[in-house]
């Protein structure tokens, strides 16, 4: 995994996170984001962002295999139904 820079919009809505919501994200934390953070490499807020912007891609990745499968039971059941 790459740790690419965050984007504005990730900083601005890490910036208003409460500090439990900011906890639970770095409890997400893995990796190389992680290792970063703790090697003072990356501040706390560039961290956090970098995170919301990887749980905001994996939740859509998520999403899209979710709607593939729904739409491969639809098909079964409109198939087995035709039978």
Known sequence: M???SASEAY???ASKLSVEEA???QSRMRGKL???LSDE???TLEALAI???LDD???QEWRERMHEIKAKIAK????????
């Not at 079964?76 to 039978?83: E, F, G, H, L």
């Open 23 to 25: 906890e639970r994200l």
């Open 51 to 53: 995170q919301l912007e």
């Open 41 to 43: 490499k990356l501040n």
């Open 2 to 4: 790459k740790i690419k």
């Open 34 to 36: 992680a290792r970063r």
């Open 57 to 59: 891609e994996q939740l």
């Open 11 to 13: 900083v601005e809505a």
């Open 76 to 83: 079964q059941v409109a198939k087995s139904s035709k039978k």
